[in-house]
């Protein structure tokens, strides 16, 4: 007997009403799908927003590896996470953590450093 799951609005723009029940329903989506790319960004968003910037990386990666035709919106999820791990350096070097601020930076620059260069304006190719 199959069991049948509420799959949430997919679009990267769709709005999250409960996060955490979405997480719990694309978590069981991808257990009986683990290909699904469309559930993959969408919970990598989800978690983003959520502050979880290392698993919406993982869900992000895991995307990234399926052979599918969802490299614009993979594109849209990597320069969303990148813009997260940039300001989290922001925030840490305020805050004194000068490692952890590098160490995000670096992760920025490696994942889109064509946004970095446009946030900061500083960096060039």
């Known amino acids: 007997m199959s069991q049948e799951i509420k799959v949430p ?12 029940a979405e997480i719990v329903m694309l978590t069981q989506l991808l257990a009986m799908e683990p290909k699904r790319t469309d559930a993959l960004l969408r919970r990598a968003l ?3 927003n959520m ?4 698993e919406a990386e ?8 399926l052979p599918d ?10 320069c969303k996470v990148a813009v997260c791990y940039y300001e989290r350096g922001r925030m840490r ?7 952890g601020a590098m160490e ?3 992760h920025a620059m490696e994942m ?3 946004i970095v260069k446009e946030i900061t304006g500083r960096f060039n190719k």
């Open 9 to 20: 609005d997919m679009s990267l723009e769709a709005e999250v009403e409960n996060p955490f």
């Open 46 to 48: 989800v978690l983003l």
């Open 51 to 54: 502050g979880q910037l290392v």
């Open 58 to 65: 993982a869900d992000l990666n895991v995307a990234m590896e």
């Open 69 to 78: 035709k969802w490299e614009k919106e993979i594109d849209k999820v990597r």
């Open 93 to 99: 070097h305020v805050s004194g953590d000068d490692k």
């Open 104 to 106: 995000d930076m670096r």
């Open 112 to 114: 889109a450093p064509e």
